[in-house]
């Protein structure tokens, strides 16, 4: 049963995540050319970001907002394949860890090694584990500890932060 107080707290939640992505779904694809070999990804300024990502992806990726839940088309993907970081293309997560959590974000059990950097985020004045790509400090979302065996978390995602790159084949 929804109580007031749950519903009240649900909402300041919400919010305090973020605007919710109301963009396209359309993605920018980073780290493909042979230009991007080059890129002080650290050091770009907000004007180089914004010209590389979508209004959505920048929302997320260098505002640490929080796209709607539900609203990324890899919540369906299944293919084998890596997650990598819509910013930089670095990859954090392969398909082998993938899992449908019910959150609304893809989710994942486990990052690739040393893809992720983590800190403490208090937005919602409750402590909760926040993650970023290692290389171009790209938010991604937030890992918690009620995921499936082996590790027991949960890595969830925005979508629009992650680019999908099939196996070869698939």
């Known amino acids: 049963m929804l109580t007031r107080r749950l519903a009240l707290l649900s909402g300041i939640s919400l919010a305090a995540c973020g605007p919710a992505n109301t963009g396209s779904a359309e993605t920018v694809t980073a780290g493909t050319s042979a230009n991007d070999d080059d890129i002080d990804w650290a050091n770009l300024t907000e004007a180089q970001w914004r010209e590389r990502l979508t209004p959505a992806q920048f929302n997320v990726l260098r505002r640490e907002g929080t796209e709607r839940p539900g609203s990324s088309p890899l919540n369906e993907e299944t293919r ?58 790209g938010h991604q979302g937030h890992v918690f500890d009620d995921g499936p065996q082996p590790t027991g978390q949960r890595w969830c995602n925005n979508g629009v932060a992650l680019q999908f790159i099939p196996a070869n084949g698939a």
């Not at 394949?81 to 910013?87: D, E």
């Not at 990859?91 to 403490?120: H, N, R, V």
């Open 80 to 137: 084998e394949g890596i997650y990598a970081c819509a910013g930089c293309a670095l990859p954090l997560f392969s398909s082998e860890t993938k899992y449908e959590s019910g959150t609304g974000w893809p989710s994942f059990w486990q990052p690739l090694d040393d893809a992720l950097d983590t800190k403490t985020d208090y937005r919602i004045w409750t402590p909760r584990t926040e993650y970023h790509c290692t290389r171009c400090g």
